[in-house]
């Protein structure tokens, strides 16, 4: 398939590292799941191009850490305006590799940029402490320091703002950096390599290399230059880099499963919280891990709420090719990610759910599948105790604020909750109670640059983005000077 981009120098096939492209004997093929067309075959790396990036992540570390924050700031700044220059080409090479629709292509680009450029920012506010010593002849000191070279393994879903949601900070903070991206997606993460290569960041600062991901997983978790791995993927995935970083001790960043509930209170502004579903429902064609799970609606307006919601579906939604006019969702990732939807809904359907909307893999193509609607859904089905990735709506039905709130952090992950409700002292009592890192309160879209995103429980530690995201690329030291007094 041929991409139509204005910057042709955009489209890498090969790794980034030390400044250089490397090819490779082996490639990896990037297919549009609309149809599997091919669109580009990627240079394999394996361990041999792992550990020449992680070297070249240490050789630079010294200069980089050492330059100015102010240095630094500016040299992100002029990557953020070449990628939002580049947005539209960007946004062309993101729909065709991972599927979703170039509304929302471009929406992912300026959500991607915004982390560099808000770390652009706060690389200028990187403070220490002075601390009231414990005795007059002593003075207490912290600074804080990169922790040095980072790895950033980052999923499919969001091929460009997970991959700057971790590089602007660890850069500001003075980290350099080894990215393995996604092999389904791998092109977006390349082609943000090449505008950081022209915005000037040095040699080595950043590395990215595709391949077979325990291969190069391994390299990176067992090495004892890196110093710190950070991660967006599945829970099971995160356990065992977690598990593989504790033989060097690394310090972690786990951004991993969520099994989100959106819950609706009978004095819900039920309008409000239709879009605030759709929109967090329906993101990415579902393939977020904040995206609604399980929709808990009080039973008083259960069915109204289950009339409306389907019927908003069927007039708003329209599937197809991502960078076709008026399609608002695109294909799955995959044919296993329909095969499992499917799954999901047929088993939650044979336990007792009934289907008010969609339930068949589409025609369009084998990623297809429809949005759905199940109702009667209980929390013990797979509908609600999976997280689904894909445009599944799950209804759950509750009679009380304690049921709610039972049910909603009834499992083993935290990553975002929804409610909507006007009165005022539910929404603290809600927002105290639930187990999770993120809460929207009567909002469905609740990701952004200023606000630290991360998970409790089995979504994982450590927060991205906010004034919060660089802690995680720091240490602490402390300095102890004595022989003050006379
Ligand atoms: C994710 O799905 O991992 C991230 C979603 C977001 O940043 O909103």
């Not at 539209?88 to 992912?108: H, N, P, S, Y």
């Not at 990187?126 to 010593?133: E, H, K, L």
């Amino acid at each position: 398939m041929a991409l139509h981009l204005n910057d042709s120098g955009l489209i890498k096939t090969r790794a980034y590292i030390n400044g250089e492209w490397i090819s490779s004997r082996n490639s990896i093929s990037v297919r549009n799941p609309c149809d599997s067309s091919l669109i580009a075959r990627v240079a394999k790396a394996g361990c041999f191009e792992a550990q020449h990036a992680i070297d070249s992540a240490y050789q630079a570390l010294q200069p980089w850490q050492a330059k100015a924050a102010k240095e630094r700031a500016s040299i992100l700044r002029k990557w953020f305006n070449l990628i939002m220059e580049s947005q539209e080409d960007l946004a062309k090479i993101l729909t065709a590799e991972q599927g979703k629709v170039l509304a929302e292509a471009r929406a992912e680009i300026a959500y991607g940029a915004s982390y560099v450029e808000w770390f652009a920012e706060e690389a200028k506010r990187i403070y220490g402490d002075t601390i009231p010593a414990p005795s007059s002849d002593k003075r207490v000191v912290c600074i804080k320091q990169p922790v040095g070279v980072v790895a950033c393994i980052t999923p499919w879903n969001f091929p460009n703002a997970m991959l700057t949601r971790k590089i602007a900070p660890a850069l500001a903070a003075g980290c350099t950096v080894v990215c393995k991206p996604a092999s389904e997606t791998p092109l977006s993460a390349l082609a943000i390599a090449e505008l950081a290569h022209r915005a000037g960041i040095p040699k080595g600062v950043i590395n990215i290399v595709v391949g077979n991901a325990h291969e190069i997983g391994r390299v990176l978790t067992k090495s004892p230059l890196v110093r710190k791995l950070t991660f967006t993927g599945s829970t099971e995935v995160g356990k065992s880099l977690v598990a593989d970083c504790s033989t060097t001790l690394k310090k972690t960043s786990m951004e991993l499963g969520g099994n989100a509930p959106f819950i609706v209170f009978p004095d819900a502004d039920l309008k409000a919280a239709i879009s605030g579903l759709m929109a967090s429902k329906f993101r990415n064609s579902g393939q977020t891990c904040v995206c609604t799970n399980r929709v808990l609606v009080h039973e008083k307006i259960y069915e109204e709420f289950k009339q409306k919601l389907t019927s908003t579906i069927k007039e708003n939604l329209v599937l197809g090719h991502g960078d076709r006019e008026g399609v608002t969702n695109g294909p799955l990732i995959s044919q296993t990610a329909c095969e499992t939807v499917d799954r999901i809904v047929q088993v939650s359907l044979a336990k007792g759910a009934k289907l008010e909307l969609g339930g068949k893999p589409s025609r369009l193509g084998v990623c297809f599948y429809p949005p759905t609607v199940l109702s009667d859904v209980t929390n013990d089905m797979p509908a609600a105790r999976e997280e689904v990735f894909g445009p599944l709506v799950s209804l759950i039905r509750f009679t009380s604020e304690e049921q709610a709130i039972a049910i909603a952090n009834d499992t083993d992950v935290g990553l975002a909750a929804y409610f909507y409700t006007r009165d005022i002292g539910r929404v603290w009592r809600m927002g105290e109670a639930l187990e999770y890192g993120i809460v929207g309160i009567n909002e469905g879209i609740i990701s952004n640059e200023m606000a630290p995103f991360g998970g409790i429980k089995e979504s994982g530690h450590g927060r991205e983005g906010s004034k919060y995201g660089l802690d995680d690329y720091l240490e602490i030291k402390y300095m102890c000077m004595g022989g003050i007094d006379d």
